[in-house]
C-alpha cells in the first residue's frame, strides 16, 4: 500500500479504520486550493451556439461550452454524428434512418449472413431528454426450422471507450481499423448465434455521446434498438423471443435494459426470454474502493469522463487539471490507451476540486442513479462473475443477485474461475447454453432462496 500512495502522488488523508479502503479516504483540503492556484483552466472554445448534445438546461453557457468541449469528436459519418433537428417530435424506438452493411460486415463476423442493416433511431438520455441511438441488425443465411418467429440475441459489445470511433457499428459499417476492439468479435457470441440461426442486433450502447459505463442511456439504447427493429420488419423481428447477452462493459448496458425493461419498455416484457451479464459493474461505489489509484485507474477515470457526458453535474467536481484531460485528444481514446494509463496510479481525488469527492452528494446521487437497486429485472437474469476478480469484485455480483432475488425476480448465479479476462473465458460456455435454452424456448429455473 506504501508504495501505491507513494505512486499515486500527495498522500490521502486518513480515514476511517476498516470502514473503506484508503482510496476513497479525503485529501487535505489544501491539496485542491494548491492544484487550482498551480495550474490554469483549460482555454475550450467559446461557442455562440451550443450543439444539441451540449444543451443542458439551467446552466450557464459557458458551462455547457465545457460540456461540448469534453464530448469525442465527431467520427466523419452523418450516420454516427448528425443529431435530427426533430428528435423530441420522435417516439423512442422510431426510426431515423437505415442503410445496409451486408459489406463489410458480413466479412468481419465470418458466418455466413444473408444482410446487415444498420438503423438510426430515437430515443432518450439519462436525463429522459430526447437523443438517438445506433445497432447493426445482423440476419444469418441458416434457415430457421424452430416453432415460431425467429429468436434476436442483443450482443452488447463491451465498447469501454471515449472515441466516437471505438464503436462495433463503425466498424461493422466501415471495416477494421485501430479503433476496433477485439473483444468485437471475441468471444465468438455473435458468430455462433448467427450460425445458430437467431438474427444478432449488435447496439451502439454507449450512445452518441460516447458515455461509456452510464447504465440508464445504456438500458434505453439497448431496448429502443428492439423496437427499432420491430419498425423496421415487423414481420421479421416483431414478434420474435429475445435474449440479451453482455460482459464487463457490456454487461453494464445488460443490467441497464434488464431493470429498466419493465417501466421503459414494458410492450417488450412478454418477448424478453433472459439476460446474461458477466463481469457486471453493478455497484460504482464499491468501484472505487477496487479501481481508483491502481493499475484500473485509466478505466476508471475513463468511466468517469464517460458518465459526466450523461450527467454533467459531475463536471461541477472537476478541477482544472481534469478540465485539461477531458478537453484534450484524450476524450477520444479506445480502451487499450485508457487501460495503459493504468500505471500512474493517478487518484481521482487529485482531479476534483472537493477534497472529498466521492461522499460529496453529487457522487452519492451518482451511486443511487446508476445502482437502480429498487427496480426489479423483467426477464430472468444468469449472473457470473469471477471468483479472483480484483478490479470488479465478485461481491458487486453477489449483491446484484441476492438484490433481484429480495424483489422477486427469476435469477440464477454462478461464479467461474478466474480474474476479469479468464472469467470472461471460463465462464462463456455455461452463459451461452443458457441463453441458447432460452431462445430455443426452454424457460428459466430461478434458483433464487424462497
Not at 500527495?10 to 494548491?34: N, S
Not at 431515423?96 to 458466418?111: E, H, K, S
Request: proline letters at 11%.
Amino acid at each position: 500500500m506504501a508504495a501505491v500512495m507513494l505512486l499515486a502522488g500527495p498522500p490521502l488523508a486518513a480515514g476511517p479504520a476498516g470502514a473503506e479502503p484508503f482510496t476513497m479516504w479525503p485529501i487535505p483540503k489544501e491539496i485542491p486550493e494548491a492544484i487550482d492556484g498551480a495550474i490554469p483552466p483549460p482555454p475550450f472554445p467559446r461557442l455562440q451556439k451550443i450543439p444539441p448534445r451540449a444543451q443542458t438546461p439551467g446552466t450557464s453557457h459557458r458551462f455547457q461550452e465545457l460540456r461540448e468541449a469534453v464530448m469525442p469528436d465527431p467520427t466523419g459519418d452523418p450516420f454516427f454524428d448528425r443529431w435530427a433537428p426533430d428528435l423530441d417530435r420522435r417516439a423512442p424506438g422510431e426510426l431515423l434512418a437505415i442503410r445496409d452493411v451486408t459489406w463489410p460486415a458480413g466479412l468481419l463476423v465470418t458466418t455466413p449472413i444473408s444482410r446487415a442493416r444498420q438503423v438510426k433511431f430515437a430515443t432518450t438520455d439519462a436525463a429522459g431528454r430526447a437523443s438517438f441511438g445506433t445497432a447493426t441488425i445482423l440476419e444469418p443465411r441458416t434457415g430457421w426450422t424452430g416453432s415460431g418467429p425467429r429468436p434476436i440475441l442483443v450482443n452488447n459489445l463491451p465498447i469501454d471507450s471515449l472515441g466516437a470511433a471505438c464503436t462495433p457499428g463503425m466498424t461493422l459499417a466501415h471495416g477494421m481499423s485501430v479503433a476496433t476492439g477485439a473483444t468485437d468479435f471475441i468471444p465468438p457470441t455473435t458468430q455462433l448465434a448467427l450460425a445458430r440461426g437467431y438474427t444478432v442486433i449488435v447496439p451502439d450502447h454507449q450512445g452518441p455521446r460516447q458515455a461509456y459505463a452510464e447504465p440508464v442511456t445504456a438500458g434505453h439504447i439497448v431496448l429502443d434498438s428492439v423496437r427499432a427493429a420491430a419498425h423496421l420488419d415487423a414481420k421479421r423481428f416483431g414478434s420474435s423471443p429475445v435474449a440479451m447477452t453482455g460482459y464487463s462493459g457490456g454487461a453494464i448496458a445488460t443490467n441497464g435494459a434488464a431493470k429498466l425493461l419493465g417501466t421503459y419498455a414494458p410492450e417488450l416484457e412478454p418477448r424478453m426470454v433472459g439476460a446474461a451479464l458477466g463481469g457486471v459493474p453493478a455497484d460504482f461505489r464499491l468501484l472505487v474502493g477496487s479501481m481508483n489509484a491502481n493499475l484500473a485507474t485509466g478505466l476508471f477515470h475513463a468511466a468517469t469522463f464517460g458518465i459526466a457526458r450523461e450527467r454533467p453535474e459531475i463536471l461541477t467536481l472537476a478541477n482544472n487539471p481534469a478540465q485539461w484531460l477531458a478537453t484534450s485528444p484524450l476524450k477520444n481514446v479506445c480502451i487499450v490507451p485508457a487501460a495503459m494509463a493504468g500505471p500512474t496510479f493517478l487518484p481521482m481525488q487529485l482531479l476534483a476540486n472537493d477534497p472529498d469527492p466521492f461522499h460529496s452528494p453529487i457522487a452519492e446521487e451518482i451511486y443511487r442513479a446508476t445502482k437502480m437497486s429498487d427496480k426489479k429485472a423483467q426477464v430472468p437474469l444468469y449472473i457470473y462473475n469471477g471468483a479472483q476478480e480484483f478490479w470488479i469484485p465478485a461481491l458487486g455480483a453477489r449483491n446484484l443477485y441476492r438484490e433481484q432475488c429480495r424483489l422477486g425476480a427469476n435469477a440464477v448465479y454462478r461464479e467461474p474461475f478466474g480474474e476479469h479476462a479468464i472469467a470472461m473465458l471460463t465462464g462463456y460456455p455455461e452463459a451461452l447454453s443458457w441463453l441458447d435454452a432460452r431462445l430455443q424456448g426452454n424457460p428459466a429455473v430461478s434458483e433464487c432462496p424462497r
